[in-house]
Nanobody, 132 residues
Framework: QVELHESGGGLVQTGDSLRLSCTAS????????VSWFRQAPGTEREFVAA????????YYADSVKGRFAISRDYAKNTEYLQMSDLKPEDTAVYYC?????????????????????????WGQGTQVTVSS
């Protein structure tokens, strides 16, 4: 089981930036797939972004491509989600999640689970609210 803790959420205005952090149990990134998800009121939880176990491949939802950037600090066991040009539709609770996963490499790119149903361990979430 992986322990995850998100932080960095808050209330911002349209066009602002925010950086979320996800601190995981030591060694989690070497054996687990870790991803960011979000859930707005009345909607299903959706994938936002992820890095492959190696850190070489990144994955983004179409709605955040070009605005969000994910990075990882192995020494701190922490992933960061840098969010720029925020929009009201980005308002949600943001979660990081982990699942034990052995990646395949196909066409030079690592596989990575993108569905929330595939994940076993979740953080408590951090609220991001973007006002118009």
């Amino acid at each position: 089981q992986v322990e995850l803790h998100e932080s960095g959420g808050g209330l911002v205005q349209t066009g602002d930036s925010l950086r979320l952090s996800c601190t995981a149990s030591e060694g989690a990134f070497s054996s687990y797939a870790v991803s960011w998800f979000r859930q707005a009121p009345g909607t299903e939880r959706e994938f936002v972004a992820a890095l492959s176990w190696s850190g070489d491949d990144s994955y983004y939802a179409d709605s955040v491509k070009g605005r969000f950037a994910i990075s990882r600090d192995y020494a701190k066991n922490t992933e960061y989600l840098q969010m720029s040009d925020l929009k009201p539709e980005d308002t949600a609770v943001y979660y990081c999640a982990a699942v034990y996963f052995v990646a395949d490499v196909v066409g030079g790119r690592s596989s990575h689970p993108l569905s929330p149903a595939e994940y076993s361990d979740w953080g408590q979430g951090t609220q991001v609210t973007v006002s118009s």
